[in-house]
Nanobody, 117 residues
């Protein structure tokens, strides 16, 4: 089982990044997909969730209207489009898969996003 995040980097405030998370080793379409983030000294924070066929999405209040989660079940990939980035969005972003049926849960290794001028 693997979840491999990519797309992180350094961006100026107001800029945009698109994160990708490529999944392998499990039935991607049977898993709810999430993005979380962690800043040093803070607890991990849920950012966004998308349902198994992409029909439902949930966002934490601080990113609503700026971030968009999507998935492509044919490519076993989930995305996080991040627009209007703010310095407080700086964190390591993690991809997480949770089984729709059962308790299986998988995590990626994380990708660093830094928003700074």
């Amino acid at each position: 089982v693997q979840l491999v995040e990519s797309g992180g980097g350094l961006v100026q405030p107001g800029g945009a990044l698109k994160l990708s998370c490529a999944a392998s080793g499990f039935t991607f379409s049977g898993y709810v997909m999430m993005w979380h983030r962690r800043t040093p000294g803070k607890e991990r924070e849920h950012v966004a969730t998308i349902g198994i066929v992409g029909q439902t999405s949930i966002y934490t209040d601080s990113v609503k209207g700026r971030f968009t989660i999507s998935r492509d079940n044919a490519k076993n990939t989930v995305y996080l489009q991040m627009d209007e980035l703010k310095p407080e969005d700086t964190a390591v972003y993690y991809c997480n898969a949770q089984a729709w049926v059962g308790s299986s849960s998988y995590w990626g290794q994380g990708t660093q996003v830094t928003v700074s001028s």
